[in-house]
Nanobody, 122 residues
Framework: QVQLVESGGGLVQAGGSLRLSCSTS????????MGWFRQTPGKEREFVAG????????RYADSVKGRFTISRDNGNNAVSLQMSSLKPEDTAVYYC???????????????WGQGTQVTVSS
């Protein structure tokens, strides 16, 4: 069983920064591609960023390129999302996910955390 637990969400002013963390079970480390998605009420879950098993490859949504950075530490079973230059439109519940391929499609990910709220005020 793969368990994912997010932390680090909160309220921040536009232009500020936040760092989200995802603690994974040891099985997820090195076994799965990891990703971050976000969702707002009434909208489909949206891809934010993904990282390959070895952290050799990353992928970002166009809306966050140059502002967000995903990283993983397999030794410590952790994945992080550093968010900078935050905008009000980044407000959402952010989810950590694990899956077999580095995809921007949420349906390809098999395991999900409970989500953490990020609110960016203008």
């Amino acid at each position: 069983q793969v368990q994912l637990v997010e932390s680090g969400g909160g309220l921040v002013q536009a232009g500020g920064s936040l760092r989200l963390s995802c603690s994974t079970s040891s099985r997820a480390s090195r076994t799965y591609v990891m990703g971050w998605f976000r969702q707002t009420p009434g909208k489909e879950r949206e891809f934010v960023a993904g990282v390959s098993r070895s952290a050799g490859a990353t992928r970002y949504a166009d809306s966050v390129k140059g502002r967000f950075t995903i990283s993983r530490d397999n030794g410590n079973n952790a994945v992080s999302l550093q968010m900078s230059s935050l905008k009000p439109e980044d407000t959402a519940v952010y989810y950590c996910a694990a899956g077999p391929v580095l995809s921007d499609e949420w349906r390809t990910f098999d395991y999900w955390g409970q989500g953490t709220q990020v609110t960016v005020s203008s």
